[in-house]
């Protein structure tokens, strides 16, 4: 189960980024750290684009039929939330809300692969953490395009934000650790779990209190240490798990 998740994810979220280039490959030509995207290169058509995407689909929808038809319904309305992310910065501020709302999803079909149903008083604290963890993360990878988000007229919590972004970015951490813990509560999972969310959690502080929000390397380096804070939880929910 964990390997079809592993290449579910991986497919589902190179789908929503071709996705994303497709939608947005006109915008990507004018932001600097973008300009070198396949498709908004010229290194790939449109076409090409979209039937990489095809394939993508394709070899996702064949992971999705190895789970049970609650999953295979649950799973396929994800969709909607993946095709329709990339243009909810031109509507909105808070893209990276909608963008939590999407990547998240596994959160409720990681479950229900298992169970075949859903818990709500366990996925849906889960899946509010993630969407939390999102929204600190993304806000940070955000402010490397804040200036060229500007001049081409594209919507950011980076923007929303401005000066007061630690402000809201420690409130979500503080969210995110929170439902976190109350998930954990709510599963019956060890004492070991809550020992490794402390450990997440000083990670996310760390993240938020040094972040130099003015240095796009630093945003990255901020961005990309995320890596760690999710192995910090999923180690956590493993032994947890495996000494409850």
């Not at 995407?53 to 909607?80: P, V």
Request: charged content about 15%; overall charge positive.
């Amino acid at each position: 189960m964990m390997a079809l998740f592993g290449c579910g994810a991986l497919l589902l979220r190179g789908a929503g980024c071709t996705i994303n280039d497709l939608l947005d490959r006109d915008i990507d030509t004018k932001v600097e750290r973008t300009k070198l995207r396949p498709v908004a290169s010229g290194l790939l058509t449109p076409f090409q684009g979209l039937c990489f995407l095809g394939f993508q689909l394709f070899l996702g929808l064949g992971i999705l039929l190895q789970l049970n038809n609650y999953s295979r319904i649950l799973g396929a309305s994800s969709l909607l939330l993946v095709f329709s992310y990339p243009l909810m910065k031109r509507f909105t501020f808070w893209p990276q809300a909608y963008l939590g709302l999407a990547f998240n999803w596994g959160a409720l079909l990681g479950w229900s692969a298992v169970k075949g149903s859903l818990d709500p008083a366990i996925v849906v604290p889960l899946y509010a953490s993630g969407v939390f963890w999102t929204l600190v993360y993304d806000t940070i990878y955000a402010h490397q395009d804040k200036e060229d988000d500007l001049k081409v007229g594209v919507k950011s919590t980076a923007l929303r934000f401005g000066d007061s972004t630690k402000e809201w970015i420690t409130g979500f951490g503080t969210a995110c650790i929170s439902s976190l813990a109350l998930c954990g509560f709510n599963a019956d999972i060890g004492w070991s779990f809550y020992a490794f969310l402390a450990a997440a959690s000083g990670h996310l502080a760390w993240q938020i209190w040094t972040v130099d929000l003015s240095c796009r390397a630093d945003c990255n380096r901020k961005f990309v240490s995320n890596k760690w804070f999710g192995a910090i939880v999923f180690s956590g929910i493993l032994f947890g798990r495996l000494w409850s």
